[in-house]
């Protein structure tokens, strides 16, 4: 098989990049093993605001201005709807919180995307402090749904093939790569916490922290909007609750652990009064970076090997974006933003 590039990893940022070579007319082929989780995992949340400082989210007038159409886009190809929208309350817990909700609405970045009127109606099921703030423009991302779908899009196309990638039988020449009966001019490594083993860019700082998560049923809990104070607590339809997530930055497994459980049960009693059920558990790990900025570009000596990661906590926003500035540098000579250029670490 002859293509222009091979992709290996196909979660939200091998997904990306498949679609920008596509929109371009390129042929490709994607390998994945199903090894790393992250974007399985996620509950694909999109949402500008930082709630922790209440901060803008880095470029993200750029990002949701490339989501929308970007998933617009995948819907006609694939025939599926994979974006939902809901508003997002913010805990207050105190009059302070209030205080610094209010001078974040006078950010010229935030003031789109925060409502400054406090809200003071309660919320049916959850514990109610100092009112609540609202964040407009907020949604989420079907992202197992469209990572399934675009799967059998491609394998249909022939294009996808379930199988690891083995980085020690890439024969790598001026031109062109080779692996298996595979040719190709580039190969673009989307391995997300996989990275580690990757000994061409297993260099890069990839911390990864790993994140679970639960699925409660609540049919007490009639919520329509994603809550966020210690957790997020997100309806998914059918009386069931997506409530996340742990950071660890330790522990490197997959595995659903009883520590994460007690963590998250913990925080999700101090903020909702209705009797529930755990009905699953699951962890991933997410791809994040010391500097916390994406990992792209090319290998220092083989410049057909390039490296598309570090999609961090916020790959539903970041991805999208990062694709396109990254096939502008491969194919039109674009420079990379420095803030996600790999070049940043060459010291
Ligand atoms: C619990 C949790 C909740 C999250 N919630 C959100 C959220 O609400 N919103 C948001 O924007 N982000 C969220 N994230 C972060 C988001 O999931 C990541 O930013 C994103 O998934 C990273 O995508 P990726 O494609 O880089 O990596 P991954 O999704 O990890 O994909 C990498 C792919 O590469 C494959 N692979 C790796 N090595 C090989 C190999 N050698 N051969 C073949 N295939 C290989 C893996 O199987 C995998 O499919 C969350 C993450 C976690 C863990």
């Known amino acids: 098989m002859q293509v222009d590039y091979i992709i290996v990893g196909f979660g939200l940022a091998g997904m990306a990049m498949s679609k920008e070579l596509e929109d371009h007319g390129h042929s490709f082929v994607v390998l994945d093993n199903a090894s790393q989780v992250s974007s399985r995992v996620a509950a694909g949340v999109f949402n500008p605001v930082i709630l922790k400082r209440f901060t803008p989210v880095w470029n993200a007038d750029e990002q949701l ?30 009059i302070e919180d209030q205080n610094n909700w209010f001078m974040a609405c006078d950010n010229p970045l935030l003031e789109k995307y925060m409502n400054p009127k406090i809200i003071k109606e309660e919320v049916n099921g959850i514990h109610y402090f100092e009112g609540f703030g609202q964040v407009k423009g907020t949604g989420r991302v079907l992202v197992t749904k469209v990572l ?38 580039k190969i673009i490594f989307a391995e997300g916490y996989g990275l580690k083993e990757n000994p061409f860019f297993n260099h890069l700082p990839l911390t990864g922290t790993k994140g679970e998560m639960l699925f409660i049923k609540a049919p007490e809990l009639k919520l329509t909007q994603q809550i966020k104070s210690a957790l997020f607590v997100l309806p998914v339809g059918d009386d069931i609750y997506w ?62 090997l390039i490296v598309f990661n570090g999609m961090g906590t916020r ?18 000579n674009k420079s990379l933003p420095k803030e996600i250029d790999i070049e940043r670490f060459k010291s």
């Open 243 to 304: 409530i996340g997530a742990t950071f660890n930055w330790n522990d490197k497994t997959l595995d659903a652990t009883e520590k994460g459980k007690a963590e998250l049960l913990e925080k999700l009693n101090t903020m909702i009064d209705v009797p529930y059920q755990v009905i699953n558990q699951f962890g991933g790990i997410r791809p994040t970076v010391k500097d916390r900025r994406p990992l792209v570009g090319k290998h220092s000596i083989h410049k057909n």
């Open 65 to 94: 201005d490339n989501l929308f159409p970007f998933y617009t886009d995948i819907s006609k190809r694939l025939g599926g709807e994979y974006l939902t929208f809901f508003e997002t309350l913010k805990v207050f817990k105190s």
């Open 148 to 185: 399934d779908d675009y799967i059998d899009y491609l394998k249909n196309k022939d294009q996808f093939l379930e199988i690891p990638f083995l980085h020690d039988e890439l024969e790598i020449n001026q031109d062109t790569i080779n692996y298996k009966d595979i040719t190709a001019k």
């Open 315 to 332: 790959g539903v926003m970041i991805a999208p974006t990062v694709a396109k500035q990254l096939y502008q540098y491969l194919e039109n």
